[in-house]
């Protein structure tokens, strides 16, 4: 545990922190760096981010910094920019009521900073440095649970996850990321308060997930949710009898794991039933729910077609053709390293994929998607009628291509004229 300076931050961050906090300062307005920032610096990480709290208010903010963007006016928050580095300064506030679970129906500008730490969800959150004399302010004991490997609650646990569910997951990002024990009192909270999650977003849903999915020690984050029946709320229709299982898949697969292996994880019956074809609307509109980008449900689907190729191989092995044409898609490299991870936690043998993983060693890129020895041009002049014949010999040459058996335009060319032929 270190004591939290700014001369633990990226040089760009610290120029960018000492020179907002300077000009607040010489307005009169107090500056502290606030929240995860400071609470990285204590950890001895490097932060990522800055976040100002100041008694200024929003009007002042733009003031002192003409520039100044509203990304969360209503809420204090205003984004400076010095350089190219962003910059959210923030007023304290107090806050009272949440009947929408996410957020305060009234804000109270004019707080103090111990009032605007009593707002924030845990107490290595709400850790206040100036970084212009080195002053800590720790009106929760913030530092002390972190030395003591301890995550818990600002005030009352049960109180500060009804007030918005989102926190039931940041538990487990923090938890997991950061090595933290959650203290008795915050996990008995958060049982109490485990239905809070339900009014949460769906897009707010899967950016924490997100987040967690790509920090350290997900499958650890994944089983306390799981524990806490936080996860089988949040996502509608995944069986809390699968979630030990799934929860291992994760630890097999190593880290960082990736948002596109996480939600294949959770969403995908093939994980755990390898031969089973995909649940179609079900799952569709399971994955609608979190409303994920369109690369993102195209990917889990697709790594859902190649997790049941895969698991084929164990049949009979693939043609080349079969096994490029798998490679060269987006989700092969999250399919096989799946594939790879479920097959281990379900004891099952590992010989056909690894066999073809061996064979794909063997080739690049080029190999997979060659330039093509035939295009249409070359039906036509085959006389061949445009029509879905074109695609389908066009499809049958590539084949051919890719499992060796044409490997010149003349060879191709050839193939084609007595195709051609037979067709009249």
Known sequence: MRVPSPAGMPEPLRQALLAVAHQLCERGAQAWLVGGAVRDLALGREPKDID???????????????????????????????????VQVTTFRSERGYSDA?????????????????????????????????????????????????????????ERFREDGLRLLRLARFAADLDLAPDPATLAGARASVDSIVGVSGERV??????????????RALRLLHELGVIERALPGLA???MDRRCAVVARAGEPLGVLEGLCVLFLAEILTPN?????????RRLGLLRPSRELRHGTLEVGELLRAIESWSVHAPRRSELFRAARKPGWNAAARLARAAR???????????????RLSGFGPRDFSPEPLLAGPDLAAAGIP???????????????????????????????????????
Do not use: Y
Not at 206 to 219: G, M, W
Not at 392 to 414: F, I, M, S
């Open 52 to 86: 100002l709290a100041t008694d200024a208010l929003p009007a002042d903010i733009e003031r002192i910094f003409p520039e100044a963007k509203g990304v969360g006016r209503a809420f204090g928050t205003m984004l400076v920019v010095h350089g190219k580095v962003p």
């Open 276 to 284: 089973r074809a995909g649940e179609g609307e079900e799952l569709e």
């Open 386 to 424: 445009r029509g879905p014949r074109w695609g389908e010999l066009l499809l049958a040459a590539e084949t051919a291509q890719l499992d060796g058996e044409l490997g010149t335009r003349e060879d191709a060319l050839r193939w084609l004229r007595e195709r051609a032929a037979d067709a009249r």
């Open 206 to 219: 899967l950016a924490e997930l997100s987040t967690i999915f790509v920090r350290a020690q997900p499958a």
């Open 344 to 358: 281990a936690e379900l004891g099952q043998p590992l010989a056909a994929l690894d066999a073809a993983l061996a």
């Open 240 to 242: 809390a009898s699968e």
């Open 102 to 158: 996410r957020r305060p129906d009234q804000v109270q500008f004019g707080a103090t900073a111990a009032e605007d730490a009593a707002r924030r969800d845990f107490t290595c959150n709400a850790l206040f440095l100036d970084p212009l004399r080195g002053e800590l302010f720790d009106p929760t004991g913030g530092l002390a649970d972190l030395e003591r490997g301890v995550l818990r609650c600002v005030g009352d646990p049960v």
